[in-house]
């Protein structure tokens, strides 16, 4: 298939306000033609698995984690082993109409533990830090036929995972007063026999339209509905990443995580709901850097592990399943004997997810996205035929 072309170059105009219940989540979105959409969200600075989808039928949970253990009678159930933290109530209500999975142990090829370095491995899709200069999302648009209109990323700066080849714009509402709409007339006047600046105008105006007043839609409810607003339009993008922050806990890390496990779980509803009958074709995969220590620190919190959990929820989700193979927490199971350890590749998790979400050829994703993936034992019946 044709590469995807979305050739124009950055429109940034000034930085997005601060705040954000989510840590100043950001929006990217690229174009390509397909009526499915795939979502990535990335949780910046580690969040820890073991409190989001809970082994509380590991017989070693509740003392390693101590303080930190989240009660089984509050949790959400899922299974005999398997708990959601009580906080991701619309997420368990997925999970219950078949339209969220969950799998666990999963960590990308890197092993130490710089929050820096593992997002590099993680967008970029390489082995190690800094080893590939593109993300992985960028190349995933390349594997899809040209659409109409260019990427975009509703923030500052474009994420890596979205940087390389096909050319991305970027947007985020100015700090400073809006101009009159006589101003926005006139300029759009002066621009309108120009070849070259009418369409990049025209373009900008109307994702400004679009995206209103982002600064006030900074709460995940409200970030959900513009995300859900661009993907739902007839001719609108198809793939999208949304980056937030936040998941650091070093310290009182109960009452942080819930909070963001609360806008987590609140922004991907707002997107079920939005999105109307478009969400039976949508694919979010929900995924960070590296995993947490096992067992708490002297702080209420936990320090940079190894193994995490990865989400995918979506209307075209097989969901139901909580899926990965359960190394246990008992002695001598740790990685190293302090993290959850890994057994599945979380870069053939994502490749196998794009790559049936989008109907594309599985090794061919893989080759493109993580060129050294280990694809053996990646699940094969994510979605829904």
């Given at each position: 298939?044709?590469?995807?072309?979305t050739?124009?170059?950055?429109?940034?105009?000034t930085a997005a306000?601060?705040?954000?219940?989510?840590?100043s989540?950001?929006?990217v979105?690229?174009?390509?033609q397909t009526?499915?959409?795939?979502?990535?969200v990335i949780?910046?600075?580690a969040?820890?698995?073991l409190?989001t989808?809970?082994p509380?039928?590991?017989?070693?949970?509740?003392?390693?984690r101590?303080?930190?253990?989240?009660?089984?009678?509050?949790?959400?159930?899922?299974?005999?082993?398997?708990?959601l933290?009580?906080?991701?109530?619309?997420?368990?209500r997925?999970?219950?109409?078949?339209?969220?999975l969950?799998?666990?142990?999963?960590?990308?090829?890197y092993?130490?533990?710089s929050?820096?370095d593992g997002?590099?491995?993680?967008?970029?899709?390489?082995?190690?830090?800094?080893?590939l200069k593109?993300?992985?999302?960028n190349?995933?648009?390349?594997l899809?036929p040209?659409?109409?209109?260019?990427?975009?990323?509703?923030?500052?700066?474009?994420p890596?995972?979205?940087r390389?080849?096909?050319?991305?714009?970027?947007?985020?509402?100015?700090?400073l007063?809006?101009?009159?709409?006589?101003l926005?007339?006139?300029?759009s006047?002066?621009y309108?026999?120009?070849?070259?600046l009418h369409?990049?105008w025209?373009?900008?105006?109307q994702?400004?339209a679009?995206?209103?007043?982002?600064?006030?839609?900074?709460?995940?409810?409200?970030?959900?509905?513009?995300a859900a607003?661009f993907?739902?339009?007839p001719?609108?993008?198809?793939?999208?990443?949304?980056?937030?922050g936040?998941?650091?806990?070093?310290?009182a890390?109960?009452p942080?995580?819930?909070?963001?496990l609360?806008a987590?779980d609140?922004?991907?509803a707002?997107?079920r709901d939005q999105?109307?009958?478009?969400w039976?074709n949508?694919t979010v995969?929900?995924?960070?850097?590296?995993g947490?220590?096992?067992?708490?620190?002297?702080?209420?919190g936990?320090?940079?592990?190894t193994g995490?959990?990865?989400m995918?929820?979506?209307?075209a989700?097989?969901?139901?399943?909580?899926?990965?193979?359960?190394?246990?927490?008992g002695?001598g199971a740790?990685y190293?004997?302090r993290?959850?350890k890994?057994t599945?590749a979380l870069?053939?998790?994502i490749?196998?997810?794009?790559?049936?979400?989008?109907?594309l050829d599985?090794?061919?994703v893989?080759?493109?996205?993580?060129?050294?993936a280990?694809?053996?034992g990646?699940?094969r019946?994510?979605?829904r035929t």
């Amino acid at each position: 298939m044709a590469a995807m072309v979305t050739r124009r170059k950055f429109i940034s105009l000034t930085a997005a306000g601060a705040g954000a219940i989510l840590v100043s989540p950001q929006l990217v979105f690229a174009n390509v033609q397909t009526e499915h959409r795939f979502v990535f969200v990335i949780q910046r600075g580690a969040a820890d698995g073991l409190s989001t989808v809970v082994p509380y039928g590991d017989p070693a949970y509740a003392g390693l984690r101590a303080e930190l253990a989240i009660d089984a009678a509050s949790a959400i159930k899922l299974d005999g082993l398997f708990a959601l933290h009580p906080s991701l109530v619309e997420t368990g209500r997925m999970y219950a109409a078949g339209q969220a999975l969950f799998v666990h142990a999963v960590a990308s090829p890197y092993r130490q533990r710089s929050h820096f370095d593992g997002q590099n491995v993680l967008e970029s899709g390489g082995t190690a830090p800094y080893q590939l200069k593109d993300g992985w999302l960028n190349r995933l648009v390349t594997l899809l036929p040209k659409s109409r209109e260019r990427a975009i990323a509703l923030a500052p700066t474009v994420p890596l995972a979205l940087r390389g080849r096909v050319e991305v714009a970027s947007y985020a509402p100015s700090a400073l007063p809006s101009a009159p709409d006589d101003l926005l007339m006139r300029v759009s006047q002066l621009y309108e026999h120009d070849a070259q600046l009418h369409p990049l105008w025209a373009s900008a105006m109307q994702t400004q339209a679009l995206a209103g007043d982002m600064r006030g839609r900074q709460d995940p409810a409200g970030l959900g509905k513009l995300a859900a607003k661009f993907l739902a339009r007839p001719d609108g993008p198809r793939i999208a990443m949304i980056e937030t922050g936040g998941w650091d806990t070093h310290d009182a890390q109960n009452p942080r995580l819930a909070a963001r496990l609360k806008a987590l779980d609140t922004m991907l509803a707002a997107l079920r709901d939005q999105l109307g009958p478009v969400w039976g074709n949508t694919t979010v995969l929900v995924a960070t850097e590296f995993g947490r220590t096992a067992a708490a620190n002297g702080t209420s919190g936990t320090d940079h592990g190894t193994g995490a959990v990865a989400m995918l929820v979506g209307g075209a989700v097989k969901g139901g399943r909580v899926l990965g193979d359960w190394p246990g927490l008992g002695a001598g199971a740790l990685y190293q004997n302090r993290d959850l350890k890994p057994t599945t590749a979380l870069d053939a998790l994502i490749a196998a997810a794009a790559a049936q979400s989008l109907r594309l050829d599985t090794g061919r994703v893989a080759h493109t996205l993580f060129p050294a993936a280990d694809m053996r034992g990646a699940p094969r019946d994510l979605m829904r035929t």
